[in-house]
C-alpha cells in the first residue's frame, strides 16, 4: 500500500511563497512520475505540475508557469511544490498523487493518470 501526505500548506498574503512537500511510503515512489493538483470550492480538481521519476522532466499548467517549481528527492522518498508570487486565485486544496510507473514523460494532467492520492494541504492566499 503507498501512502501520500502533504504538508507545507497555510495562510500567505499575495505574492508570497509557500513550499509544499508530499512525502510518500513504499518503494515504489522512485519508478513513478508524480503530480501535484489543486482543487477550490465548487470546482474540479485541475492539475498544477507533474515530474518524471528521474526528475529531469516536468510539466506545469499555464496558470502557474514561471511561478511554481515541481522537484523530487527520491532518497528522501519525497517530491515538493516551490510556490512563488501566489495569488488569490492560487487558493485551494492541494493534493499530490502517484502517476505512471518508469516513464520518460512528464505531462499527466489527468487525474484517472494517478492512482494513489494524499489528504490535501490548504493553500490560502489574502489580497
Known amino acids: 500500500q503507498v501512502q501520500l501526505v502533504e504538508s507545507g500548506g497555510g495562510l500567505v498574503q499575495a505574492g508570497g511563497s509557500l513550499r509544499l512537500s508530499c512525502a510518500a511510503s513504499?518503494?515504489?515512489?522512485?519508478?513513478?512520475?508524480m503530480g501535484w493538483f489543486r482543487q477550490a470550492p465548487g470546482k474540479e480538481r485541475e492539475f498544477v505540475a507533474a515530474?518524471?521519476?528521474?526528475?529531469?522532466?516536468?510539466a506545469y499548467a499555464d496558470s502557474v508557469k514561471g511561478r511554481f517549481t515541481i522537484s523530487r528527492d527520491n532518497a528522501k522518498n519525497t517530491v515538493y511544490l516551490q510556490m512563488n508570487n501566489l495569488k488569490p486565485e492560487d487558493t485551494a486544496v492541494y493534493y499530490c498523487g502517484r502517476g505512471p510507473r518508469k516513464s520518460s514523460g512528464s505531462y499527466y494532467p489527468n487525474p484517472s493518470q494517478y492512482d494513489y492520492w494524499g489528504q490535501g494541504t490548504q493553500v490560502t492566499v489574502s489580497s
Open positions: 515530474i518524471n521519476w528521474s526528475g529531469d522532466s516536468t
Open positions: 513504499g518503494r515504489t515512489f522512485s519508478s513513478n512520475a
